[in-house]
Structures are given as structure tokens and as C-alpha cells.
């Protein structure tokens, strides 16, 4: 019994730890890590793998070039995501 305990106090303090961030941070949510919604990853170039492919494979316009512009993955108009 005394091993459970331990393990479960152990398990507790882990999960704690893992939220702490969350948990007092004064608006509680997780950062933006999707690349379409981070303002910071498009000023450095940085764009979602889906949004590349369809740039390469997806649907083209009569001249040749891609229907996705440089406005991110919901700019082209098939499902992207």
C-alpha cells in the first residue's frame, strides 16, 4: 500500500509540474503552434507542409501557377487541411 501511495504522490507532483505554465499563466491557454494562426512562424517563412504540397501538387491556374497564394493554407480553396 505504501508503494501505491508513493507512486501516486510521484504521478500527482508530475501532472502538477507538466501544468504549472497553464495553470498560473494570467490568460491560461496553450501557446499557438498551428503555423497557419502564428504570426511569428509566417514572418519568418515558416509554412505548414500541407500548404507546400498543394503549391506543388494541388490545383493550378490556366497559366500553370498554383491557386494557393502566399495567404496560408485556407487561401486556395481546397481542403488544405
Known amino acids: ?29 496553450f501557446p ?5 494562426n502564428n504570426k511569428e512562424m509566417r514572418k519568418r517563412g515558416i509554412k505548414c507542409a500541407k500548404e507546400e504540397e498543394m503549391k ?12 494557393c497564394d502566399e495567404g496560408g493554407c485556407a487561401s486556395c480553396g481546397s481542403d488544405c487541411k
Open 32 to 36: 499557438e503552434t498551428e503555423i497557419e
Open 1 to 29: 500500500m505504501e508503494i501505491f501511495l508513493a507512486a501516486l504522490v510521484l504521478v500527482a507532483l508530475c501532472v502538477f509540474g507538466l501544468c504549472f505554465n497553464i495553470i498560473f499563466r494570467k490568460n491560461g491557454k
Open 56 to 67: 506543388l501538387w494541388g490545383p493550378k491556374n490556366a497559366d500553370g501557377t498554383p491557386k
